[in-house]
């Protein structure tokens, strides 16, 4: 059982496909980290840390050390908002 549930928005699910689109070699490693999300945000291999400046109410947590995504956490409703996918560089 997850102990969050994870939200995808439709503007995520559009740059999701697109992500996966033009990076099928990180399919897997993209599927595992959103099983870590709803199982344990916390956990030492996403990474996750706050960001700062106009993203400082979100997080972001590692695909690979180039791949990030960005998100929000709702944690009254034990939910994590998916917002962004991208490289490093794009999505901050």
């Known amino acids: 059982m997850s102990a969050y549930r994870l939200v995808f928005t ?9 992500f996966i689109r033009h ?4 399919i897997n490693r993209y ?3 959103l099983r870590l999300l709803e199982l344990d945000p916390l ?3 996403l990474r996750l840390h ?4 106009k ?13 990030r ?8 409703e034990t939910e994590i908002i998916l917002i962004e996918i991208g490289h490093h560089d794009e999505v901050y």
Request: cysteine-free; hydrophobic content about 35%.
């Open 50 to 53: 706050k960001l700062k400046g």
């Open 23 to 26: 990076h099928p070699d990180l």
């Open 55 to 67: 993203f400082r109410d979100k997080y972001s947590v590692s695909i690979t050390m180039s791949y």
């Open 43 to 45: 956990h030492p291999s």
């Open 31 to 33: 599927k595992k980290v």
């Open 10 to 18: 439709d503007s995520y699910l559009r740059r999701e496909s697109a």
């Open 69 to 76: 995504l960005v998100i929000a956490f709702v944690i009254t």
